[in-house]
Structure formats: C-alpha cells, structure tokens
Nanobody, 129 residues
Framework: QVELVQHGGGLVQPGGSLRLSCATS????????IAWFRQAPGKEREGVAC???????????LYADSVKGRFTVSRDNDKNMVYLSTDSVVPEDTGTYYC???????????????????WGQGAQVTVSS
C-alpha cells in the first residue's frame, strides 16, 4: 500500500537550516508529483511546494510566494525520497509540515490539498530563539 513516512523537523532558530524528508513506498515515485503543505496553529493548511513527475512537461517545481527563494523541494526517484529544505527559516515557518501524493496518474504539480490523496504523518517545525 502507499505510504509516506516523514523525518525531520523540531526546534530551529530563526535564520537556521531545516531539512524535511519524505520516504515513499507502494508506488513509482517518478510518475507522481509530490507536494509539501504546512499548517500553522489556528490557520488553514497551506501549500508550500511541489515537485513534478517525470512525465510533467511543465515546470519541475512550484513554490508558494511565502517560501519562494528560501525553500527548495527536491526528489530522488531512485531512492523514493522527497525533500524540503531551507537555510533561512523565519518564525512564520512554524507549523506542522506534510508531504502528499495524488492517487491518480497524470496529475500536474500543484498546491491544492484537494488534489492529494495520500499524506505523511506530519512533522512539527518550531522556529524560535
């Protein structure tokens, strides 16, 4: 069955580095886009970034304006891993982060949670000094 298992997170100082990983299984990673979402306390879930499938002829990555230029999403299809990283966290990056994949082939890269069917367990990130 499809599984997404996340690692990383924790307490990070402002300006510090963060790397989250998402280990996937049960499907061919290269054929599906993977997105990262986050949810801050009291706020709605926000799409953060997406990495597209091999078949997607559009842009290979997509970022929310709130993280563009600071976050990097990457993937290693051979290792079935997806990553989200930054070297410059800010307090507004605090939240629970999730990786997600769609169930259907042919999905383009996007950050609408409604398009994703399988989710990681979440990783808490707290940015504070």
């Amino acid at each position: 069955q499809v599984e997404l298992v996340q690692h990383g997170g924790g307490l990070v100082q402002p300006g510090g580095s963060l790397r989250l990983s998402c280990a996937t299984s049960g499907f061919t990673l290269g054929r599906f886009p993977i997105a990262w979402f986050r949810q801050a306390p009291g706020k709605e879930r926000e799409g953060v970034a997406c990495t597209s499938s091999r078949e997607d002829r559009g842009s290979s990555t997509l970022y929310a304006d709130s993280v563009k230029g600071r976050f990097t999403v990457s993937r290693d299809n051979d290792k079935n891993m997806v990553y989200l990283s930054t070297d410059s966290v800010v307090p507004e990056d605090t939240g629970t982060y999730y990786c997600a994949s769609p169930a259907l082939l042919g999905r383009g890269c996007g950050v609408d949670a409604a398009d994703y069917d399988f989710w990681g367990q979440g990783a808490q990130v707290t940015v504070s000094s």
